[in-house]
């Protein structure tokens, strides 16, 4: 279906009237009916949106689905790159690309808090409604709820995504096998560096722009291609290092990981150095894993290189039957040392 | 599938070691691996969920599915009758049934406040699964996150759920035809009463207890009995008030109530009374409306007081078609007055 572009248009709520979002926003009366009717629906114009029923009703073209859910409480709302919409979109359409399904339903609750500015509001919903054209999905179903002001944190969100699954392959971390490779699709850790950044208004010679992107389009590529995709995973909190734990410990193998491989953007390592952190611990949003036979590694990466944000794909690894440890890496000078899971993450409310 | 009974069960994260809910506890490391598998798997002992994939892969048992989402925000977190799990599960659920469909799967996701006790978790936890098999529903997919102290308020949480639908007859506004009639699933108010008289401390002489509950059973027993059900809709936030004008709004036609007939707990019409509020206002969690054609309003109320809940279910208005006023009230003395929809909600967080 074609929907009228959002390039530029202005918030279809009377700014002079409702100039931030108010407790009757979310009261189930006329100013929520007026918020859902004059500005959702207009950002989304979808048939079953515009039913208003209680629930959407889809026709599925497959009987396999995924279903996956994420939350947003990214602080603060627009960042280097990106804003809590499109990343909103983004982290859900990702998951369920990395199960190997195709993105077409997403559902949207939002938490607003009394008092946003109804101007920001609309931003979000513009870069929703843009994300959401970008990966092939269209918003469906919808909540709208406010609490008191400091009870929030201007928007929290919640997009629940449903994908169908057009193989019977099962793709997932139960698939891996001895001597497949690892990939990652380009360089790690830019979001959580633009985030912090941003937040503790740290300065760095260039910006630091956050990767946060949709993965649809090549994880699509790369199935499409015929590749023996044994495992995806995206790399967001905790990022390739808690990545690649989840997949080990599931798998019950031993992935070695080769230090010097890893593509690090020149910014982000420093701030890195900086801070004392560590670039495989640090969140992404717009990254992930592939796992697959050796024989197939060269021809997924230059199938990555070819998209957006892929440039520096690479292969960074190889998985072993489990040895004393999960996740190992090969240092720069030749050590093997264990990667650990850190037991929080060095920063709160990347996504 | 069987799932181990929680009934008395204790919380599996050990108190001693986490009191209370943490930032790392969602920052995506080894505390928040620990709080999924330890208490969540437990909780939710679902196959799909163990496999802990980005997505849920789900095999569906028809191809038109519905899906729907609700935030819940409830203030208290627990209250007369229920507590933000429960009702985070029912009004999902109520909305799949609302649209015809059978609820089969709930996706789950925590906004948790920094400093949550631990153990107010694991009831919520706790009541989310009870009501979930209750419903026939498994959570198949979740999400964790955490914000700072003072930047939530306990727990928030959004459930979205998918639903298939096994008839092909359409239920919904559009169905609605002159001359149908509307019915009541059960008496009105509670829900809105019972949290307001917690929060404020209120006190009545016998303690008003929320109405909400699974509707999924009543709409099944409805459907099954071949009842040729126009529309339904469940009264949530805005009451039966804002649900007849939805309904009138999409249908183009004018809904006649007869305020006589409108069932109403005494002491719910007495707190309504002392607080100058209207009943047709006040939010419910397990009520609902039913339209249909007129000869089958006797069978459709009989079967509803058959179930737990039920047993005031009455007929309370008709349809005409559009008239000056999409909803109009036929008052105890007989005069007509145009029911209106409030600006807001008398009372906000009510869900």
Redo the contacts between chains.
């Keep these: 279906m074609k929907r009228v572009s959002l390039e530029g248009a202005v918030c279809p709520i009377p700014l002079d009237r409702y100039t931030v979002v ?12 007026d918020l859902i009717g004059e500005m959702f629906l207009t950002a989304f114009d979808d048939p079953e949106l515009r ?10 073209p497959g ?11 990214v602080s603060p709302l627009f960042f280097p790159g990106g804003d809590i919409g499109c990343l909103g979109v983004y982290g859900t359409v ?3 690309a ?2 190997g ?1 195709r993105p077409l ?1 997403l ?5 607003l808090e009394e008092g946003l500015s109804m101007k920001i509001l609309w931003e979000v919903v513009r870069s929703i409604r843009s994300a959401a054209d970008e990966s092939g999905v269209a918003v ?4 709208t ?4 002001n ?4 201007g928007i ?1 969100l ?1 997009t ?4 169908v ?1 057009d193989s019977g392959k ?1 793709i ?3 698939s891996v096998r001895e001597g497949d490779v690892l990939i990652v699709s380009g360089d790690i850790g830019r979001h959580g560096i633009a985030i912090m950044a941003t937040r503790e208004g740290l300065e760095f010679e260039t910006k630091i722009v956050s990767d946060c992107a949709s993965l649809v389009n090549p994880v699509r590529a790369l199935l499409d291609d015929g590749l023996d995709i044994h495992c995806m ?2 790399m ?4 390739l290092g ?1 990545a690649v734990h ?1 997949i080990a410990g ?1 798998s019950a193998s031993t992935f070695v990981l080769d230090e010097k491989s890893i593509p690090v953007n020149e910014q982000v390592q420093g701030a890195c150095e900086m801070l004392g952190l560590d670039a495989i611990h640090i ?1 992404n949003e717009g990254r992930f894993l592939i796992v697959l036979p050796a024989g197939q590694g060269d021809r997924a990466i230059e199938i990555l290189r070819s998209h957006p944000g892929g440039e520096e794909a690479c292969m960074v690894g190889h998985v072993l039957p489990r040895g004393c440890a999960s996740v190992v890496m090969k240092t720069e000078i030749g050590m093997e040392r264990i990667v650990d ?5 060095q920063l ?2 990347i996504c």
């Design positions: 108010t407790m009757a926003h979310g009261g189930g009366g006329r100013l929520m009916n039913e208003r029923h209680d629930a959407a009703l889809i026709d599925l009987r396999r689905i995924a279903m996956t859910t994420d939350s947003f409480v990702n998951d369920l990395m199960a399904a339903w559902s949207l609750g939002l938490i469906v179903t919808g909540d709820k406010v609490v008191e400091g009870k929030g944190d929290y919640n629940t995504g449903i994908g699954v099962r997932g971390p139960a995973r995206d967001t909190r905790g990022g808690a989840e599931t969140a899971l850190p037991s929080g993450e709160p409310r």
